[in-house]
């Protein structure tokens, strides 16, 4: 049996209620990654989610790329969602023992430049493109300016200082290990279900167009059924898409994978 953590950005979404009702009958624990301004919106929602024994991250404020926004503008919105996670963990009762955050987009600051990979072989700068890019809007890997590096660098010892961390463990695909993302303070992942690409808006622009084209890939993917190693699991928490996301991971769980809890 291979394991996974499953991780789900963008919430809470007006369906997250129904998404922790599935998850807690199927017995699967999950972090979600929330955006600030959902949060203000919906704070009982969150509450349930802590109360019920799922983890919060921080998934910024608005969503906007961190590419398209100054430095100082990143760490307002990572604090300011900090401060209502934290809030939200003293309403549950509960307490808030991890600190995590992800990058709307998967955008670090760098545009489409995603990780530093060194001497590595065709194959293994493939394996990365294809776990990073396949679940993201991102177009290529091209290395950016200093500018962006030094503000992606900038960033990174924020998140440090600030005790944010992966508490993800034994995750020992060698593209992951063998990148900045082992040692990045920012939470990355290893296996997208691609579910956003049957939203509306995406619909056909993009390689999956059927849910049945999302179920082969997991059943086709070789890191999925990697015995030893831990997948990152990547979902969504968005109305228009529960359905289809609900049905990947009940897929997934079906195939053999043990969803694990979250470390902390």
């Not at 996670?85 to 709307?104: H, Q, S």
């Not at 177009?139 to 300016?145: G, R």
Request: net charge negative.
């Amino acid at each position: 049996m291979t394991s996974a953590y499953l991780t789900i950005d963008d919430s809470p979404s007006t369906r997250m209620d129904d998404l922790c009702d599935y998850l807690l009958k199927a017995k699967i624990p999950a972090l979600f990654f929330c955006r600030g301004d959902l949060l203000e919106e919906r704070p009982m929602m969150a509450v349930r989610a802590i109360q019920n024994g799922f983890v919060l991250g921080n998934h910024g404020f608005s969503h906007t790329r961190a590419s398209d926004m100054k430095t100082v503008d990143i760490l307002d919105e990572i604090e300011k969602t900090e401060a209502l996670i934290d809030k939200l963990y003293g309403m549950a009762g509960e307490e808030r023992k991890i600190r995590t955050f992800r990058f709307p987009h998967m955008d670090r600051g760098c545009g489409s430049w995603i990780v530093d990979y060194n001497e590595f072989t065709p194959q293994d700068r493939q394996d990365v493109m294809k776990a990073m890019t396949e679940g993201l809007n991102v177009i290529s890997m091209d290395a950016p300016d200093l500018g962006a590096v030094s503000k992606k660098e900038q960033i990174q010892g924020y998140l440090k200082m600030s005790g944010f961390g992966v508490p993800f463990e034994n995750v020992n695909h060698k593209w992951y290990q063998y990148t900045e993302i082992q040692n990045a303070a920012d939470c990355m992942f290893t296996y997208s279900t691609c579910d956003w690409m049957l939203a509306n808006r995406h619909k056909g622009k993009w390689p999956y167009q059927t849910i049945e084209d999302l179920k082969s890939k997991i059943g086709n993917d070789p890191g999925l059924s990697q015995k030893n190693s831990t997948n990152i699991v990547l979902a969504h928490d968005q109305a228009e898409i529960h359905d289809i996301t609900v049905d990947l991971i009940r897929t997934m769980k079906r195939i053999g994978i043990q969803f694990l809890e979250i470390p902390q």
